[in-house]
């Protein structure tokens, strides 16, 4: 399994570099990016050939900037933040057994948050 991590880890540059050479031969239309389902998502994408090998990977962003506007208590805003990597393994196509399929789901969070501040179980508590 680490032999199998480790030879999609190293796919990754690769694809990138073909990626980068389909922006550079016109194969990419960058005047399409508002109707893409996410930004490497289009045809012959680094994305689309990691699908075809059988490792999905989908990466999402969601910032917060949050605090209380009236109210009892601080009026400070703070900044925060998650980030998401969804990874799936088709055992199939990376040459193992039909039906196996592995997902992983990693979620890191950064700065501060104001829900169940102050041991509240339902609204935002006071700062």
């Keep these: 399994m680490r032999r199998l991590v480790f030879g999609a880890l190293m796919a990754i540059p690769c694809l990138l570099l073909i990626g980068r050479q389909a922006l550079c031969d016109g194969v990419i239309d960058l005047d399409s990016l508002g109707t893409r389902p996410s930004l490497f998502d289009y045809p012959d994408s680094p994305k689309d050939a990691l699908r075809s090998l059988g490792v999905g990977a989908e990466f999402w962003v969601t910032q917060f900037y949050q605090g209380m506007p009236v109210g009892i208590g601080g009026h400070t805003w703070v900044y925060g933040g ?3 990597a969804f ?3 088709d055992g199939e196509k990376l040459g ?3 039906g196996l399929s592995v997902s992983v789901h990693q979620e ?3 700065g501060e948050n104001l829900n169940f501040t ?3 179980a339902l609204w935002p508590g006071r700062r």
Excluded: H, S
Aim: aromatic fraction near 20%; glycine fraction near 26%.
């Design 87 to 89: 990874v799936t393994f």
């Design 118 to 120: 102050g041991g509240t």
């Design 108 to 110: 890191g969070v950064w």
């Design 82 to 84: 998650k980030g998401d």
């Design 96 to 98: 193992l057994w039909p």
